[in-house]
């Protein structure tokens, strides 16, 4: 089989599930991560725990990169980034840019695994205040505090006494550019509530929602584990408007349910950020020359019985690179990549043979 | 490399996706297969397209079953099902039932793609009248249709001029004991609406839900499409009965958005019905010794970050077989359980040498 490695870019859960597979079938990768960590958005975000199950993240991710670190077949390079690209696989000469300069490397294939990036939620709609009111937080904010074991109000560092999620900030919204559901918020925020219900017995939460959206399993293992064991307040409806009362926020908005105006006292308030296409999905668009989907994620040629095909023969993408994705999504389609990589390159060595 | 071979058990969608990618890989497989047909539920319950780009199914499933016919390394055994298994992987040896008898074969791993049947609305409920009313039928039954390129009521072969889908029929249901969401009934509930707007331009269209779960790029593919582009109403809202007046169906519920009780006459009731494991995925369960997750779906170990993993050691599970799944979950599932199988061959290929 074609010696040449295959080239992994991201060092987040489906690089390392894609370096790990590849090296148990005895096949050499370079793992390309820009920065000087491995572990991708659970581990440089600190996240408390992974969804649905609450195994702490570091832990999940640990074993991931335990098996990519152990491997002599997986050539890791830190801090290092794919700047140009020529050719076409499985004869392909990539320019990686690292700390010791530039170098080029010939590889047969590649799995792009650079993923998303959270929605900014100042950076295109204020309406909810994130950059105007300390106790306005989201999901990743939440996620580092759990991590530290407290929930506080970072205005003046107490628990709070009432919190609520606000669903589908930057998700399923025209106005933004951003027409996509972001699949894991409303799992990620009924996992969030149970957590504040654990470090902070007494606080009342509520989950502010347009659909709640918890899929397959996550309907009685997050959903109605939220509400019947944790006491968590599902409120059908948009919130509209944040305002300062006093020390509290006054969230306005309707309860779609019963039909009416909701206005509530509340002391944080956790904005569901979605999903968006990292700056590092974008770039290696463009270094590999691969049209973007009409949402502008990189476009996959056969879904839904091919989710990891690009239209260039032998480079492929998993995980949150072509959509968004949860942690099964995630990983499963890196071994489905990782799948067709070395069928790609098994298929050339038996043809160039 | 082990030279015995991989079994795979089913031949829809991830059997198939399963034993192409093996044996682009190199790696021999047995595919077993229960009818006289490959391609699975697509396949065998007649569907027209697929969701969520309306590629007509037959064509989709082609490219499969192409792949798998045309290798050498497939050895497809139709009419036949596993009765038994013994020793571990490795060292499998299981027992085909086929028709030319029984027989024993060694194998060094084994896929799990036996899936999913459909929720039967008769069987458990009757609230909705499927064996009570001609024009009562299920998302299946309008596949079927569809294929043979027209929409009418069964009782008198009309077009209607109003249907409406009812969600959640047998998922969400804790007192049918289902308690999970199927995950694909909301996006294939569009789809269809879309299809019927096409086929039967002035019918109109109502889709009655309780969360509409148009998950990742759903939302705007099928969920805003089928609104603004078909004009296809969706109602949140539970259907309380349904009655027969005159030769139409009176469909009553409520309209939980308006706050106001619903009452619609109805050519076609279309039953948008969920997933259960089905009874051989329920049966390999068995001959492999395999425990069920609290839902009865067989058991993965390491989910999210591994969905493929069943308790013993060589022995995969994809697509449906572990809870409810989209066509791109099967297939990439599919990829990540050959991934693993013969990364799991060759690591003891390894150690044995």
Same mark, same amino acid.
């Given at each position: 089989m074609d010696a040449r490695p295959v080239l992994v870019i991201g060092g987040g859960p489906a690089g390392l599930e894609a370096c790990r597979g590849l090296s148990d079938l005895g096949i050499p990768s370079v793992l390309v991560e820009k920065?000087?960590? !491995?572990?991708g958005t659970p581990i440089h975000a600190r996240y408390a725990t992974v969804t #649905?199950?609450?195994?702490p993240a570091a832990e999940a991710m640990a074993d991931l990169i335990e098996a990519v670190d152990d491997s002599d077949l997986v050539d890791v390079r830190l801090n290092t980034v794919v700047t140009a690209s020529r050719g076409d696989a499985p004869d392909l000469v990539v320019t990686l840019h690292g700390e010791d300069g530039e170098q080029e490397v010939e590889v047969g294939a590649v799995i792009l695994c650079t993923g998303f990036t959270h929605f900014d =939620?100042?950076?295109?709609?204020q309406m909810y205040g994130y950059y105007g009111h300390?106790?306005? /937080?989201?999901l990743v904010d939440a996620e580092a505090m759990f991590s530290d074991g407290e929930v506080v109000?970072?205005?003046?560092g107490q628990p709070p006494k009432q919190a609520c999620f606000i669903q589908c900030v930057g998700s399923r919204d025209r106005q933004i550019g951003?027409?996509?559901? $972001?699949?894991v918020c409303c799992g990620i925020a009924c996992k969030q509530a149970i957590e504040i219900r654990h470090l902070v017995p007494d606080c009342r939460v509520f989950v502010f929602y /347009?659909? !709640?959206?918890?899929?397959g399993f996550w309907e009685d293992d997050l959903y109605w584990k939220a509400q019947e064991e944790h006491n968590v307040a599902f409120v059908r409806g948009i919130v509209t408007e944040i305002t300062k009362r006093g020390d509290k926020l006054l969230v306005k908005g309707e309860d779609t349910t019963l039909g009416r105006p909701v206005e509530v006292e509340i002391d944080l308030v956790i904005l569901s950020v979605g999903m968006e296409p990292s700056e590092g999905t974008l770039q290696m668009a463009k270094v590999f020359d691969l049209p973007l989907e009409h949402h502008g994620w990189i476009e996959v @040629?056969?879904? =839904? !019985?091919?989710? @990891? $095909?690009?239209?260039? #023969?032998?480079i492929y993408a998993a995980g949150a690179t072509t959509g968004p994705a949860d942690l099964e999504d995630t990983v499963t389609s890196a071994g489905s990549a990782v799948m067709k990589a070395v069928g790609f390159l098994a298929r050339q060595a038996r043809g160039a043979a």
């Open positions: 920065t000087d960590t !491995l572990g #649905p199950y609450m195994k =939620p100042g950076q295109e709609t300390d106790d306005v /937080i989201t109000r970072p205005s003046d951003n027409q996509w559901c $972001s699949k /347009i659909d !709640l959206r918890a899929y @040629v056969g879904a =839904p !019985l091919d989710k @990891v $095909s690009t239209s260039r #023969p032998g």
